[in-house]
C-alpha cells in the first residue's frame, strides 16, 4: 500500500507482529526489534503518523499449523500482557490483541482451530482474560514514560502516566524468585 502511494490515505500505520511458531517467551523472540525497526521505517518514511499492533496473540492451544505452538494457559496469560507491554515500550501507540474468541472452521475439508482467544470456543473465559482485563483496566489512558533500569536482563518495570498518576508494571523471565527493589 505504501509503495503504491497510499500512505496519504493513511491515519496509521500497523503491523501485526505474530510470534506464533516461537516456542519461547516473548521477551526471547525477535518481538521488540520487530517493533523498533518498525518505528525506524515509519520515522524514516512518515513520522507524522502513529504506529499500531493491530493483531497480536499468543496460543494456549496449539494452531492448526503444525509450526504454530500453543503455551499452555498460564503462559497464554502472562505472554498476552507481556506482549502488550513490550509493544508499548518499544513505540508502538497501541497494541491489540487478536482473537477475543478462540474458533474453529473447515475450508475445503481442512479443519482450523484458533487456540488463542481470550474465552474459549464455548465463551467461557480463560485466565489470560482476566490478565489482559486486568492490565487494561490499569493502563486505560496510560502513556509509556520509561523501561526502568534494574540491571538484571530477566526483570522488567515498565512505568506508565495515567489520568490517575504513575502505574510500574514489573515482571521476571527466571521462574526463580528474582527481588526487585525500586
Not at 525497526?37 to 524514516?44: G, L, N, P, T, Y
Not at 509450526?67 to 498476552?80: L, M
Not at 500482557?81 to 474458533?103: A, C, D, N, Q, T
Request: charge should be negative.
Amino acid at each position: 500500500l505504501w509503495q503504491e502511494g497510499g500512505g496519504d490515505y493513511c491515519d496509521i500505520i500497523s503491523i501485526h507482529n505474530y510470534q506464533l511458531d516461537k516456542l519461547a517467551a516473548p521477551e526471547k523472540t525477535a518481538i521488540v526489534d520487530e517493533y523498533k525497526a518498525f518505528v525506524e521505517w515509519r520515522d524514516k518514511n512518515c513520522p507524522d503518523k502513529p504506529v499500531w499492533d493491530s493483531e497480536i496473540c499468543w496460543l494456549s492451544e496449539p494452531w492448526s499449523a503444525p509450526d504454530w505452538y500453543g503455551h499452555g494457559e498460564i503462559a497464554h496469560a502472562q505472554y498476552t500482557v507481556r506482549g502488550v507491554l513490550l509493544g508499548l515500550m518499544s513505540g508502538m501507540e497501541k497494541v491489540i490483541y487478536f482473537p477475543y474468541h478462540s474458533w474453529r472452521m473447515e475450508v475445503n475439508e481442512l479443519k482450523y482451530s484458533h487456540g488463542g482467544g481470550l474465552v474459549r470456543y464455548d465463551f467461557d473465559p480463560r485466565i489470560a482474560f482476566a490478565s489482559y482485563y486486568t492490565m487494561v483496566d490499569l493502563l486505560a489512558e496510560a502513556k509509556f514514560v520509561r523501561r526502568i533500569d534494574l540491571a538484571s536482563e530477566t526483570a522488567y518495570a515498565l512505568e506508565f502516566k495515567t489520568p490517575m498518576g504513575v502505574v510500574t508494571v514489573a515482571w521476571t523471565t527466571d521462574e526463580a524468585t528474582e527481588y526487585i527493589t525500586f
